[in-house]
């Protein structure tokens, strides 16, 4: 296995309360990996602070190889990393396709893989939606709009926070096929979710994190299917 991404004892603090204490976790090139925990676990840190937007005080980040602590976080975006914040952040002023152009702009680059109509593809109900304001779009909707709107910088790495959280069962399914067909298309994806279920249908391997330390991993089957840790770590 290549790694693509390598988080190396991560500490991380928001003012005097630290909340990450040495987390090390390893992505290879093509996988899909999950980082699974309750609320409050410290996994949307760990994706802040792989993006730069809360730097961690110590420890160290690979991208390739290449160090992306003390780099701004659009500096982090530009090194091919596609991060989803579980708030989604759509410009609710703005047209579905006007929030996905936006992003395109932004990405600077041309050329990449990932334009408009390949997202509309892998998100019909985008399409279908291409005119109506963000702020008229479902939770569901503007989920598939902000993975939609990441994919248009076409990045190596995406970062996907609670992807599914509060979805019907039947949209879940539907993210399902599209975490799926990122993953085919050459993306490498990191997932933070509590939802077992989900992570265990997209991914192979994952990480159970609590408390700011990971306390076990390896492959989502056996952590499917090993009670204990979905007691202690998993269960509500
Ligand atoms: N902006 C913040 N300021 C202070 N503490 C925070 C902040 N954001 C999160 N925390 C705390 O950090 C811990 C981990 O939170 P978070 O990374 O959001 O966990 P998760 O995403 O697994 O639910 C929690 O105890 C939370 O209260
Ligand atoms: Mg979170």
Same mark, same amino acid.
């Given at each position: 296995?290549?790694?693509? *991404?390598?988080? #190396? =004892?991560? $500490?991380?603090?928001?003012?005097?309360?630290?909340?990450?204490? +040495? @987390?090390?976790? &390893?992505?290879?090139?093509?996988?899909?990996?999950?980082?699974?925990?309750?609320?409050?676990?410290?996994?949307?840190?760990?994706?802040?602070?792989?993006?730069?937007?809360?730097?961690?005080?110590?420890?160290?980040?690979? *991208?390739?190889? #290449? =160090?992306? $602590?003390?780099?701004?976080?659009?500096?982090?975006?530009?090194? +091919? @990393?596609?991060? &989803?914040?579980?708030?989604?952040?759509?410009?609710?002023?703005?047209?579905?396709?006007?929030?996905?152009?936006?992003?395109?702009?932004?990405?600077?680059?041309?050329?990449?893989?990932?334009?408009?109509?390949?997202?509309?593809?892998?998100?019909?109900?985008?399409?279908?939606?291409?005119?109506?304001?963000?702020?008229?779009?479902?939770?569901?909707?503007?989920?598939?709009?902000?993975?939609?709107?990441?994919?248009?910088?076409?990045?190596?790495?995406?970062?996907?926070?609670?992807?599914?959280?509060?979805?019907?069962?039947?949209?879940?399914?539907?993210?399902?096929?599209?975490?799926?067909?990122?993953?085919?298309?050459?993306?490498?994806?990191?997932?933070?979710?509590?939802?077992?279920?989900?992570?265990?249908?997209?991914?192979?391997?994952?990480?159970?994190?609590?408390?700011?330390?990971?306390?076990?991993?390896?492959?989502?089957?056996?952590?499917?299917?090993?009670?204990?840790?979905?007691?202690?770590?998993?269960?509500?």
């Amino acid at each position: 296995m290549t790694a693509i *991404l390598e988080v #190396r =004892e991560i $500490v991380t603090a928001y003012g005097q309360s630290q909340v990450l204490h +040495g @987390i090390s976790l &390893v992505v290879g090139q093509g996988e899909v990996v999950s980082l699974l925990g309750r609320n409050g676990a410290g996994k949307t840190t760990t994706l802040r602070s792989i993006m730069g937007l809360t730097p961690p005080r110590s420890g160290s980040i690979l *991208l390739k190889g #290449r =160090e992306l $602590v003390g780099h701004k976080p659009f500096e982090i975006a530009k090194l +091919g @990393i596609g991060y &989803v914040p579980d708030d989604r952040r759509i410009f609710p002023d703005l047209t579905a396709e006007e929030n996905l152009e936006i992003s395109r702009r932004l990405a600077q680059k041309s050329g990449g893989q990932w334009t408009i109509e390949r997202v509309y593809k892998l998100f019909p109900v985008l399409e279908r939606l291409r005119a109506s304001k963000g702020n008229c779009l479902s939770g569901g909707e503007q989920k598939m709009l902000a993975i939609g709107r990441a994919l248009m910088k076409s990045p190596e790495l995406m970062l996907l926070d609670e992807p599914v959280e509060g979805l019907a069962p039947l949209v879940v399914r539907n993210v399902m096929e599209v975490v799926r067909e990122i993953q085919r298309s050459g993306v490498t994806i990191l997932l933070a979710d509590q939802n077992l279920k989900f992570c265990r249908k997209v991914s192979a391997r994952g990480y159970i994190i609590e408390k700011g330390l990971i306390h076990h991993h390896g492959d989502m089957e056996s952590i499917w299917q090993n009670e204990e840790i979905v007691r202690k770590y998993l269960a509500v």
